[in-house]
């Protein structure tokens, strides 16, 4: 355990030391790293892929549930997006020394102020392997340094995919040590992580309320952290019923397993006699169950091939 704590600190010192260079590296620099990693995905495809199915061996043999299982799969049109969404960070405009919000003052001194790099950014994520390439990817567009943690139920993808991400920034002509992997995944590390605040400037926890709950309660460092939140969809009487349709199927179907998939539809009643039943038909082609209050099931029952539950208070 020593010498893996050693390991920690030494991950998180050369995080911090290579964050400078980082911080003042040109737009053109940061872009041509993130081009890199695209490609160098779509280029190692069969390593990365072979790597997955790895973690899916293992899942399964544990038992993890169909659902916590697609989180962890990459096939290569999962690839293929990663590849594409890194791509679209690269073109985003560069936040890096922008600056806004100028005031005069009446003694004519201007004050405003000026986005610049965090520093170093510990990110600490649960199952989803894709979220490796968009954390780095962002944190290298802002100018930062990042240390990844995943969990363990990924850890074959993420380690290949962490060894390409600094491959392709080291090709950009920056510190490879800006990108930093934790290999080990005992969890008694992520504490010692968290203490380590002359070397970490922002914690970030992605995943769900127990991981959320346990850095911002143990954490010596800053933690940026989003609820765990509702993903509701909202239907106004005055919404074009094929574009809503199309979006409330879209939420939920396209990855109901993931944590932004579509939990509650939400519908004015003015709206809902003609809107319910379409997008019920739509989703009961997909095998969707439609938990719904008094009102929704009156409206549809009798639509066809609709899987209808009475909601609950839970």
Not at 139 to 151: E, P, S
Not at 187 to 197: D, F, G, P, T, Y
Not at 248 to 256: L, T
Not at 288 to 306: H, Q, S, W, Y
Request: glycine share 6%; proline share 5%.
């Amino acid at each position: 355990m020593e010498k893996a704590l050693l390991e920690i600190e030494e991950k998180a010192r050369l995080a911090r030391a290579a964050s400078r260079p980082l911080s003042y590296a040109s737009s053109a620099q940061n872009d041509a790293a993130l081009k890199n990693i695209a490609r160098c995905l779509l280029d190692n495809g069969p390593a990365i892929l072979e790597a997955n199915l790895k973690d899916q061996n293992e899942a399964k043999a544990s038992g993890m549930l169909p659902a916590m299982l697609d989180r962890l799969i990459i096939d290569q049109s999962r690839l293929e997006g990663i590849a594409k969404d890194t791509l679209a960070i690269a073109a985003l405009p560069d936040p890096v020394g922008e600056i806004f919000d100028m005031n005069t003052m009446p003694n004519g001194l201007i004050i405003g102020k000026k986005r610049v790099p965090l520093g170093v950014i510990a990110a600490i994520y649960e199952s989803r392997p894709n979220v490796t390439v968009d954390i780095a990817s962002l944190c290298l567009k802002a100018g930062n340094a990042v240390i990844l943690r995943g969990g363990k139920e990924t850890i074959h993808s993420n380690t290949i995919l962490a060894k390409l991400i600094r491959q392709a920034v080291e090709q950009a002509g920056l510190p490879k040590e800006a990108v930093q992997f934790m290999e080990n995944t005992d969890r008694n590390l992520v504490n010692h992580l968290l203490k380590l605040s002359d070397q970490i400037d922002l914690v970030i926890p992605r995943g769900g309320a127990g991981l959320i709950s346990y850095v911002k309660q143990n954490s010596f460092i800053p933690v940026v952290a989003g609820g765990i939140g509702v993903v509701h969809v909202y239907v106004d009487a005055d919404a074009k019923v094929t574009d809503a349709v199309n979006i409330a199927y879209n939420s939920k179907v396209q990855r109901p397993t993931v944590c932004n998939a579509m939990d509650t539809l939400l519908v004015h009643k003015d709206i809902a006699p003609v809107f319910l039943p379409a997008v019920a038909a739509e989703w009961s082609k997909a095998g969707v169950e439609i938990r719904a209050d008094e009102a929704a099931l009156k409206i549809l029952e009798n639509t066809f091939g609709c899987k209808l539950i009475p909601a609950t208070p839970d």
